[in-house]
């Protein structure tokens, strides 16, 4: 069974950064595509970004040109680095690999 454990997330000001992290065990990692999603206060879960196997990736709109996912198979994990963060980036963060989520990391931006 795949294990999903995030990390990184924090309090920032707008126009700052972050980098989330996603370890997963299982030996599936690297020929998994995974995903982030991420869910604020009174909204429900949104995708945020996606990493298939070799470079492809694709961004929801909202995130599209300031945050990056990529992926280290030989660390079983996946990275979001986002940039030029806005206080409607806030949300608890969540990686996914087929149906294994992960708990979530809480990312609130300040104006």
């Known amino acids: 069974q795949v294990q999903l454990v995030e990390s990184g997330g924090g309090l920032v000001q707008a126009g700052e950064s972050l980098r989330l992290s996603c370890a997963a065990s299982?030996?599936?990692?690297?020929?998994?595509?995974l995903g982030w999603y991420r869910q604020a206060p009174g909204k429900q879960r949104e995708w945020v970004a996606t990493?298939?196997?070799?470079?492809?990736?694709n961004y929801a709109n909202s995130v599209k040109g300031r945050f990056t996912i990529s992926r280290d198979n030989a660390k079983n994990s996946v990275y979001l680095q986002m940039n030029s963060l806005k206080p409607e980036d806030t949300a608890i963060y969540y990686c996914?690999?087929?149906?294994?989520w992960g708990q979530g990391t809480q990312v609130t931006v300040s104006s």
């Open positions: 990493i298939g196997i070799g470079s492809y990736t």
């Open positions: 299982g030996s599936i990692f690297s020929t998994a595509v």
């Open positions: 996914k690999l087929g149906s294994a």
